[in-house]
């Protein structure tokens, strides 16, 4: 699904596969100070509480086991025109996708 992420400069989208994946995003690029609108133009916050259980999981347990997809909705970001702000968004969502991806990636080889 689509969402954009309502930020006070510039009109930017990223693809998730679920509503929580892409308030985690939104957390990760805005600290909980960022709104998404998904394609059915509901809002959704872009906080989370980190004491929240989603399926019996505590959220950090969550995003490890999901860090792939947080990663993947991370690099999908693109901006609706050219970037205007000084904040660059779509380079600090490739800085945490990338780390995401390592870590990972990391994890994958100590288990083998």
């Known amino acids: 699904m ?27 690029l805005g600290n909980g100070t960022y709104m998404l609108k998904n394609d059915k133009g509901e809002l959704l916050t872009g906080f989370l509480d980190p004491n929240i259980d989603i399926e019996g999981k505590e959220l950090e347990k969550y995003i490890y086991t999901h860090a792939v997809e947080i990663a993947d909705a991370l690099d999908s970001l693109v901006y609706q025109y050219e970037r205007t702000s000084i904040n660059d968004i779509s380079e600090k969502a490739h800085v945490i996708a990338k780390a995401l991806r390592a870590v990972t990636n990391a994890n994958e080889e100590s288990e083998e």
């Open 2 to 28: 689509k969402y954009e992420i309502i930020n006070p400069s510039d009109k930017v989208y990223i693809t998730a596969e679920d509503d929580l994946i892409a308030k985690i995003v939104c957390y990760y």
